[in-house]
């Protein structure tokens, strides 16, 4: 029998131009995937909602209009997409996708933006479209962090990973009460026992989740300790930032009389940050070398797509830090506990609990 949980359920606007119809599937499927996925364990569902689909007839008010009241105003998340055109100019705004844009925005409600760099037939390009959508990546890389992708299979994917994100961060705005941890712990309870009468393992899940989605990073944050006027350092003297957000104590250069050199007290949250995702993603990429090899072996299994997107992973990872340096990172098993140790440390920092610095 099917045991019934609590759920937050979320509105997610599907936005983009005439010219991504197939792209709009592909982002309704992977929010289906993922209730399939995460919806229990996340007690949350997303609801995709596209304008041909939830729209209805309206009179007396311009079409562009009427879906603002009946969808904008009532989703939660927005997902939005560009490829060759910027849409239709409306009067309002740019286009009816760029309205919808600017309404989420100006209302303080998540917006997730996308690039497709699809390859498309050069004859079917609207010259005109095609400024007009210069223009606005030009100005909106001014403002926002945009995602982007090539391939319809690389956009599920990357929906998959950026909508888990999203969700936990929207969840997280909302402080747990005693219902709220009451649910988890029954939330939790049914999990393992779901695990228990399917034999399935904690390592197996971390697989899976690991396969799909790619090694987890943390976004990036800012905090700083305020200095104090006139505060000095452990040595006695004076402590500042750098230009890259490193609190420092500046220390007298003996062997260079009139000069400083900067002893670091606290490293900046991008310092952290990008050590941090770079030892997850040479963790992640080591373990999926082992399991290729044990694929290789016939030791295991794994879904043709799923591999798939675990290679486009794997090989990204190699782009991002070169392949002879991540395959080489360490030399022995004592290196690899020390990496781990590094990491854990650093989620730690980043708010991790330590009994949930699982690696």
Not at 304 to 314: D, R, S, T, V
Request: with cysteine; charged share 30%; proline share 5%.
């Amino acid at each position: 029998m099917a045991v019934p949980f609590r759920s937050d359920v979320y509105r997610v606007l599907i936005a983009s131009p005439s010219d991504l119809e197939e792209e709009r599937r592909v982002a309704t499927d992977a929010i289906n995937e993922w209730n399939a996925q995460h919806a229990a364990a996340e007690a949350t569902v997303l609801l995709p909602v596209k304008w041909e689909s939830h729209a209805m007839p309206e009179t007396g008010v311009r079409p562009q209009g009427a879906i603002n009241r009946q969808l904008v105003e009532n989703c939660d998340l927005l997902i939005g997409m560009f490829w060759t055109k910027l849409g239709t100019s409306i009067g309002v705004a740019d286009s009816g996708t760029v309205e919808e844009i600017d309404q989420f925005v100006a209302a303080g409600k998540p917006t997730m933006l996308y690039f497709s760099s699809r390859p498309v037939d050069p004859n079917k390009i609207d010259l005109k479209q095609q400024r007009r959508l210069r223009q606005f990546k030009a100005e909106t890389y001014k403002t926002a962090y945009v995602g982007h992708f090539a391939s319809t299979s690389e956009l599920h994917g990357t929906l998959l990973r950026d909508l888990i994100n999203r969700v936990r961060e929207m969840r997280s705005g909302r402080r747990p009460n005693r219902g709220d941890k009451l649910d988890q712990t029954t939330r939790l309870v049914d999990l393992m026992m779901s695990c228990r009468k399917n034999k399935i393992t904690p390592a197996e899940i971390h697989q899976f989740r690991d396969e799909l989605l790619g090694p987890r990073h943390r976004p990036a944050g800012q905090v700083s300790d305020p200095i104090k006027s006139g505060e000095v350092g452990p040595n006695g003297c004076r402590v500042s930032y750098t230009r890259h957000g490193d609190k420092v104590e500046w220390i007298p250069d003996e062997e260079n009389p009139g000069e400083e050199w900067p002893l670091i007290l606290r490293r900046s949250d991008k310092s952290i940050n990008k050590a941090a995702e770079e030892f997850e993603t040479v963790i992640w990429y080591d373990r999926k070398l082992v399991l290729q090899q044990r694929l290789e072996q016939g030791l295991e299994k794994l879904n043709p797509e799923i591999e798939k997107g675990m290679l486009e992973a794997m090989q990204a990872a190699e782009r991002k830090y070169g392949k002879k340096k991540i395959r080489n990172y360490y030399q022995d098993d004592f290196g690899w506990g020390m990496l781990n140790g590094k990491l854990s440390a650093l989620r730690w920092v980043l708010g991790a609990e330590w009994d949930m610095l699982d690696t």
